[in-house]
């Protein structure tokens, strides 16, 4: 039994429907199970991570895991979202596990890098009794999605950052990795790895929006939002200061993230999916 946890998210939902495709036991861990969509071989079941006892019954008999979080950076004093589902993981003895984590967790001092070092840590611990493997990809395509809502309305996004480029990665592709070291035929091959992940081109929003239109036959044009005003967005949204600064100076200071990098065609044996390809796979989600 493999246990994706984060299992209507991007990342775990493709996962899920990968796993059970193979013909792999499946148990889906959400906090909604009532209303989450999965293949209909997967087993859905209630999960969160500030309910101890609903992870221990997630993760019983488990022999495999696929561990992500979505607590936000700062909302907490350290990651204990990642922290308890390791933790359940360990008692129920799981033999092999995977890690969602981000690209540069293993390095950097800012309060970005720290939280996931930590988040990190609890699984790459040497007393662990685990296969681990770390996937730390940049941003990821489906990011895209934010802007369904005003295309949906009219052909123009507000976009800050529109100019900066980042290597997008297709969850699917994370998933198909995610999948290899999870499943036993080849869990030798990847176990001890942190994988830095990327997309096969790098783009930046303006681009990416570029090829949207592309795909909907639409002429779509970007808005840009001052840096001042994004700033200002995420302290609204809640983002604590010292997030607010991590993230402002790693986007306008550096151009981490903008590399491609050879990861998963080296991994799969085949060249990464296409900003374009992913666009053409979610139409849907922009037209209504």
Do not use: C
């Amino acid at each position: 039994m493999i246990l994706v946890t984060g299992a209507t998210g991007h990342v775990g939902g493709e996962l899920v429907r990968r796993l059970t495709a193979a013909g792999h036991p499946v148990r889906a861990m959400t906090r909604r199970p009532a209303e989450a969509e999965l293949p209909a071989d997967a087993e859905a079941v209630y999960g969160d991570a500030d309910d101890p006892a609903s992870l221990d019954a997630a993760f019983a008999g488990a022999e495999g895991a696929f561990l992500m979080s979505a607590q936000g950076v700062g909302t907490a004093p350290g990651p204990t979202h990642d922290l308890a589902l390791a933790e359940a993981a360990a008692r129920a003895g799981v033999r092999r596990l995977v890690k969602l984590s981000v690209l540069d967790a293993g390095a950097g001092s800012d309060v970005i890098a720290r939280w996931h070092a930590e988040a990190e840590a609890a699984v790459t611990d040497p007393s662990r009794a685990w296969a681990w493997t770390l996937l730390r990809p940049g941003r990821f395509m489906s990011n895209a999605l934010q802007w369904a809502g005003q295309l949906r309305a009219g052909d123009e996004v507000a976009v800050p950052f529109a100019d900066r480029p980042a290597a997008s990665i297709d969850p699917a592709d994370l998933a198909e990795v995610a999948a290899l070291a999870l499943t036993p035929a080849s869990t030798d091959e990847h176990a001890g790895k942190a994988y830095e992940l990327s997309g096969p081109q790098s783009l930046t929003p303006r681009q990416e929006l570029a090829i949207l239109g592309e795909t909907l036959g639409r002429d779509l044009h970007v808005r840009p939002v001052p840096d001042e005003a994004a700033r200002a967005g995420m302290t609204e949204y809640g983002f604590p200061p010292e997030v607010v600064d991590a993230i402002m100076q790693r986007t306008l200071e550096s151009d981490r993230g903008a590399e491609v990098l050879p990861t998963v065609e080296k991994v799969l044996g085949r060249p990464a999916r296409t900003f374009a390809k992913w666009a053409g796979a979610h139409a849907g989600a922009f037209s209504g």
